[in-house]
């Protein structure tokens, strides 16, 4: 299948397609989102409209590429229906491209999707989203008060195996059964990315890092993996969105990296030395060693979802800052 989407133009062609919609729905972002942005949408709409329009006319019905080539009209019927008018209030206009970007969000998740069964790769989609943010925030409190408060350590493991495999098992289920996906969705969908509609969602990732985290059976690298993706990653994405004006990798910036090193540092280092009465320089070299990789794992995640990443490897740096260095 590969050697095929690599000889034929379409997938190509509507690699280059999906990457303008990707760069569309950037600047649609509610969070950024101007008024004075307006004409600058509508002219990458109008770059968007055309090349489509290029390839529905120029693509030739191909059985190997038919699910393409349906992702492609859905995309063209979505243009057609939501494209905001000429003549509209500021209010009326906002709305509009708000409506446009909701459908568009979905309609490129599910090209994505299908480029990338055919080996194609192109960025997942994620907006800002504040009761996401909150909920990452709620979630690490929620772990941290686990660790520290209510759970021994073989009760840790045994309470997050157990979320763990209901995870999973709401995963393998919503792919059995469509009604299971659209329950849940109903659910998780105004914390949801969209391509989370399709595929594993950070959630079960998450899960699955927190068991992998218990068996260390050391509270302070617990501790480090998961305050530093709870505070961290939503503050870098915060800022990264609204203020990120020099671009990294993966459609991330230097403003959201620095931010999300600083403050993953600064909380848990102040965390780890109110929690377990460590020296201050002691928990801040402990947070500098965690909150190094995690920066590293969030900038260079791209196939592995950063939720997984983001707390082992902040983990990791905590433990080798431990073990290795002899910190404690």
Not at 66 to 75: K, S
Not at 200 to 218: I, M, P, R
């Amino acid at each position: 299948m590969q050697a095929a989407a690599i000889s034929y133009p379409l997938p190509l062609s509507t690699r280059e397609l999906a990457l303008e919609v990707f760069a569309l729905l950037r600047e649609l972002d509610p969070a950024g989102w101007r008024d004075n942005l307006s004409a600058a949408a509508r002219e990458r709409l109008q770059r968007v409209a055309d090349k489509l329009d290029e390839l529905l006319r120029s693509a030739p019905p191909s059985e190997v590429f038919a699910g393409l080539y349906l992702r492609l009209q859905e995309l063209a019927r979505s243009l057609d229906e939501y494209t905001p008018q000429l003549g509209l209030s500021s209010q009326e206009r906002r709305e509009a491209w708000m409506r446009l970007r909701g459908q568009l969000a979905q309609r490129y998740d599910a090209l994505a999707q299908t480029l990338r069964e055919l080996e194609i790769h192109v960025p997942s989609l994620r907006p800002t989203n504040y009761r996401r943010n909150v909920f990452h925030v709620f979630s690490a409190l929620l772990c941290l008060l686990l660790v520290e408060v209510f759970l021994t350590q073989p009760q840790l493991v045994l309470a997050s195996s157990a979320v763990m495999l209901w995870a999973w098992g709401c995963e393998i289920s919503r792919r059995r059964w469509p009604a299971v996906n659209r329950a849940l969705m109903r659910v998780m969908g105004p914390i949801a990315h969209p391509h989370e509609y399709w595929r594993v969602n950070s959630a079960t990732w998450y899960s699955t890092a927190v068991v992998l985290l218990a068996l260390t059976q050391e509270p302070i690298v617990q501790v480090s993996g998961v305050v530093i993706l709870g505070v961290a990653d939503p503050l870098a994405a915060i800022v990264g969105r609204r203020w990120g004006r020099h671009k990294l990798v993966h459609g991330r910036s230097l403003e959201g990296t620095l931010a999300f090193l600083l403050s993953g540092w600064l909380v848990c280092a102040l965390l780890l030395g109110w929690l377990h009465a460590l020296p201050l320089a002691t928990a801040a070299l402990i947070a500098l060693c965690g909150a190094i990789p995690g920066a590293l794992a969030e900038l260079f995640s791209k196939r592995i979802d950063d939720n997984f990443s983001i707390p082992l490897s902040a983990a990791a740096g905590a433990w080798v800052a431990i073990n290795v260095f002899g910190l404690l």
